[in-house]
């Protein structure tokens, strides 16, 4: 039971680039997030999900996308990388009172 | 709209003593559970403990407990016997079941054990 799993943990990318981070989770938990965290700040939500085919905008969604085609799976994507897109994300994912957060994958966009 | 807020930046406690990290939230919602997470140094973010809204007793886990008070909206998180691998950042976070499944979260308080 590996909880929830994040790649990669690290990842150095060029403005303009684009890139996935992956995030797997083997709970069966419905709900997933995506957060980023900036240097000495709180969480911030990018986009949640409620269920496979559902996803919907949290507070700092834009540059950002996301998909969820099955229940264990919800990548965020990033195109056209900014500098102010250089932060720890995080995923998480929820099911009733227990919710479990990822490693992180920490971008930096040089 | 929702809202968390932890106005303690950081925290000075003393090893061996207990110490108190504030939150309060502001919800119309009756439906609603709390979390506080540790993040230490390393950066990964640990589940400490939860509070429904309609649970009845504050919820405890090892020395942790959480001291909820609905009507004042705050869901203080209490820290017994402070131990030095204490000091991380804490953060309380809010979900809304009745809502879209959002899980929002504070800015975060430091704690700092001294020896």
């Known amino acids: 039971n590996a909880g929830v799993t994040q790649t990669p943990k690290f990842r150095i990318l060029k403005i303009g680039q684009s890139m996935t981070l992956q995030c797997a989770q083997d709970m069966n938990h419905n709900y997933m997030y995506w957060y980023r965290q900036d240097p000495g700040m709180g969480l911030k939500l990018i986009y949640y999900?409620?269920?496979?085919?559902?996803?919907d905008k949290g507070e700092v969604p834009n540059g950002y996308n996301v998909s969820r085609s099955t229940t264990e799976d919800f990548p965020l994507r990033l195109e056209l990388a900014a500098p102010s897109q250089t932060s720890v994300y995080f995923c998480?994912?929820?099911?009733?009172?227990?919710?479990?957060f990822g490693q992180g994958t920490r971008l930096t966009v040089v | 709209a929702q809202k968390i807020t932890q106005t303690q930046p950081g925290m000075f406690v003393q090893e061996k003593e207990a110490v108190t990290l504030d939150c309060t939230y502001d919800?119309?919602?009756?439906?609603?559970?709390l979390f506080w997470y540790k993040q230490p140094s390393s950066g990964e973010m640990i589940f400490l403990i939860y509070?429904?809204?309609?649970?009845?007793q504050n919820a405890t886990e090892g020395r942790y407990s959480l001291n909820f008070q609905k009507a004042r909206k705050s869901a203080n998180l209490v820290i017994s016997a402070s131990q030095l691998g204490d000091s991380a950042m804490y953060f309380c976070?809010?979900?809304?079941?009745?809502?879209?499944?959002?899980?929002?979260f504070g800015k975060g308080t430091k704690l700092s054990v001294k020896p």
């Open positions: 998480a994912s929820r099911k009733g009172t227990g919710a479990f």
């Open positions: 976070a809010m979900i809304f079941p009745r809502g879209q499944g959002n899980l929002i």
């Open positions: 919800t119309s919602d009756q439906s609603y559970g």
């Open positions: 509070q429904g809204s309609y649970d009845e």
């Open positions: 999900s409620v269920g496979a085919g559902i996803t």
